[in-house]
């Protein structure tokens, strides 16, 4: 399944909504998981995501010079391992749709002594960037709670360089084996945790629900395609919970 609206109606969780109210939704989650956001990953993947991010960055290859966009990029993992590989000749931007998200991100990239990441708040669907921009743009966990996925890939298209490659860490479906323990994971544990620890628990369990709806492996694929994405693929990470999808700009 995906989010992608159909008659000005989309997915929010499992609840249907019109499509120009999910970002505003979103955004209330988000504006109130932010500061407990680090510590419930830690919690929901069991510190796995950590790996997860580390295979991201691997596969990213960033290189002196590069210029990188960080998409849904939040707390800033990501946007500080490249702004310590792009050097002084290169760029790092660290965008998100949510300032308190944003704000978490700038205080860790400070406090960690990085202070030439450009901070954005952006709207994946209309990038404020020239065309031929960026030769990597990574969105981790992000593109589930974005309304018209295709319309966002098109724009991710447009502003990466010829040559340029897109990466797609997100939750996907796990195998058969898997599955069961997953769904009770997610949706009895996952709850729970984010009542404990954040009081926060409709906000995690729309989190376990925008997993569910999510298009599945091949899906995203195929949207990538569609999107005019080339050499496009993923790999599975931990029997498919999680899925790093790729594709280029040629």
């Not at 450009?118 to 709670?145: H, K, M, S």
């Not at 018209?148 to 195998?175: C, H």
Request: hydrophobic content about 40%; overall charge negative.
């Amino acid at each position: 399944m995906t989010t992608d609206s159909t008659d000005n109606k989309t997915h929010f969780g499992y609840e249907t909504v019109d499509a120009d109210r999910k970002a505003d939704k979103v955004r209330g989650v988000f504006d109130s998981v932010a500061g407990n956001y680090d510590l419930m990953n830690d919690l929901m993947s069991g510190g796995i995501h950590r790996l997860w991010k580390k295979q991201t960055i691997d596969k990213a290859a960033v290189r002196n010079g590069h210029r990188v966009l960080d998409l849904a990029g939040g707390t800033g993992d990501l946007a500080m391992a490249f702004a310590r590989q792009v050097g002084t000749d290169g760029q790092v931007v660290l965008a998100d749709i949510n300032a308190a998200m944003l704000e978490q991100g700038r205080e860790r990239l400070l406090n960690a002594g990085i202070i030439d990441v450009e901070i954005a708040q952006v709207d994946a669907e209309a990038l404020p960037f020239a065309d031929n921009t960026f030769d990597l743009i990574t969105i981790a966990f992000g593109l589930r709670n974005v309304t018209r996925k295709e319309v966002a890939l098109q724009s991710m298209l447009r502003t990466l360089k010829p040559g340029g490659r897109l990466l797609v860490l997100e939750f996907s479906k796990p195998n058969d084996l898997l599955k069961p323990a997953y769904d009770l994971f997610s949706f009895s544990v996952l709850p729970f945790l984010g009542r404990v620890v954040a009081d926060d628990e409709a906000s995690y369990r729309y989190l376990a629900e925008s997993i569910r709806m999510h298009p599945d492996q091949e899906t995203l694929k195929g949207m990538m395609e569609n999107a005019g994405f080339e050499r496009c693929g993923y790999d599975n990470l931990t029997g498919g919970i999680a899925a790093l999808h790729y594709g280029y700009k040629l």
